[in-house]
């Protein structure tokens, strides 16, 4: 089967739903977990900072190996793929919910990310493939709205399902939607299958093994499991085998990552602002929900009740973004947005154990908001002035960076929060210090990251924004 076989109406109706479903699958996992850490670190006897590799885990197999899901999708059928992918979710949420070790758990979500790391990325492939570009644009709205509804739910039915049943519950939701969707993958997604290029096995060991090498280093400090002697030969192994990848990728002929992309001027400010702005804002979904039970005492429940207006600000604030970029332009609006993001984060320095509730769900309705602004902006930016030619390998490395940023976030916030909790000439002894403290240094984190925004020219990203009159 190929591109060019003919897409029933039962098709066309029933495709978007499927992925609209396999989005909302993966949106809602995705932060189901964050207020559920605290409970299940108490009872697989665990502290909540040894916990975050549970989410580490799953995102970083999950960026490894986007990669590898389209050229799958294309050389053995998108249909046989996504239903691959459905299944490795489905059974790495069975072993989750089965699990009784922290050991256990990470490596069935290891399993959980092998799928989730096809199934939205097969799904979104074969719409492309399935319909004309002048519907694509209402398809892809369609299908992204329960990504924007998982993580309304998510945060409060994670909390409810720890306190009235137990953690396990929130991997064993999952179940139910595999079904269904391994059901409706039978008649609403084709087969498509295109010629492909030999896989770049050896660019995959060399940039994977470089990138778990460097989130291992910080997994494995904040932890406080390696000396300082290890510490060095992990970050002169993980740089060498990143290096090495850079070698590799300019003498190959079809590298995973085209390097030639970085010379799109847009594209390499959009990259390096998402990693280095999500070093200091991308922990925050682990941090609030961590800070709000262990440093408040609010119950599983209560916190991610909390999590909503964050969340609903957060879609709210979508509809803001194209008339903000055609008044002011990309370059404006990522500056000033990124100042008052850093600023915003550093204001978490001001909870203490007694702040009232009105005075934490201002703050996260208010971050929630400026940070939706922020993602988008710099997500459409990146891809403003990518042609025929150099979409689809941009939009997978934009993929990749977001994944690992997030990645990045966690660990990050996690190393920081652990350095805070062990310097008790800074906290004297009070844990909700560490947690102040580390929200200053993801600020002040933030807030130098708006130099890289400076580079932007007045009128760069107007093919996405509209906007002409600006001069740079």
Not at 231 to 256: R, V, W
Not at 337 to 362: D, K, Q
Not at 416 to 422: D, H, P, R, T
Request: hydrophobic share 50%; net charge positive.
């Amino acid at each position: 089967m190929n591109s060019n076989l003919d897409i029933s109406p039962r098709t066309r109706t029933y495709l978007p739903w499927l992925g609209a479903m396999a989005i909302f699958m993966q949106a809602l996992d995705g932060t189901i977990l964050n207020t559920s850490l605290p409970t299940i670190a108490n009872e697989l006897g665990k502290s909540p900072l040894q916990i975050q590799s549970i989410i580490v885990s799953y995102t970083l197999t999950v960026a490894l190996l986007i990669p590898l899901s389209g050229w799958l999708a294309d050389k053995y059928g998108t249909q046989k793929i996504f239903q691959l992918a459905i299944l490795l979710f489905t059974l790495g949420s069975v072993l989750c919910g089965f699990s009784t070790t922290l050991t256990g758990l990470i490596l069935s979500r290891v399993v959980q990310a092998v799928g989730g790391s096809m199934m939205v990325p097969v799904a979104r492939l074969a719409i492309l493939y399935a319909f004309p570009k002048k519907e694509l644009l209402k398809v892809i709205n369609f299908i992204t709205i329960p990504g924007l509804i998982g993580p309304l739910l998510g945060p409060s039915l994670g909390g409810v399902l720890v306190e009235t049943l137990s953690w396990h519950w929130i991997f064993l939701v999952n179940i139910p939607f595999g079904i269904v969707a391994l059901w409706m993958s039978r008649f609403a997604i084709p087969n498509f299958i295109h010629p492909v290029f030999r896989f770049d096995l050896r660019g995959l060991f060399l940039f994977s093994g470089g990138i778990t090498v460097l989130i291992l280093l910080m997994e494995l400090t904040s932890t406080k499991l390696i000396d300082y002697r290890y510490a060095i030969l992990l970050t002169l192994l993980g740089i060498s085998l990143i290096g090495g990848y850079i070698l590799h990728a300019k003498s190959h002929p079809h590298p995973l990552f085209n390097l030639n992309l970085v010379k799109i001027r847009t594209l390499r400010i959009g990259l390096i602002g998402n990693m280095i702005t999500r070093l200091g804002i991308g922990g925050m979904p682990f941090l609030i929900p961590l800070l709000l039970q262990v440093g408040y005492g609010y119950s599983a429940t209560v916190a991610g009740l909390l999590m909503i207006p964050s969340a609903a600000c957060n879609i709210f604030a979508k509809s803001f973004v194209v008339p903000l970029v055609n008044r002011f332009g990309y370059r404006d609006i990522l500056i000033t947005n990124t100042l008052l993001l850093g600023l915003l984060v550093a204001m978490f320095y001001f909870l203490e154990s007694a702040s009232p509730i009105y005075y934490i769900v201002p703050l996260m309705m208010v971050h929630g908001f400026i940070s939706s602004i922020q993602f988008t902006a710099m997500n459409t930016l990146s891809l403003s002035d990518l042609d025929e030619k150099t979409s689809s390998e941009g939009n997978s490395v934009l993929a990749v960076a977001q994944q690992l940023s997030l990645t990045f976030g966690i660990s990050v916030a996690s190393l920081i929060l652990g350095f805070y909790k062990e310097a008790e000439w800074v906290t004297k002894g009070v844990e909700v210090r560490a947690f102040r403290y580390t929200f200053l240094t993801l600020g002040v984190i933030t807030i130098l990251s708006t130099y890289i925004f400076i580079h932007l020219k007045s009128t760069d990203g107007q093919s996405m924004s509209g906007v002409k009159t600006k001069k740079s």
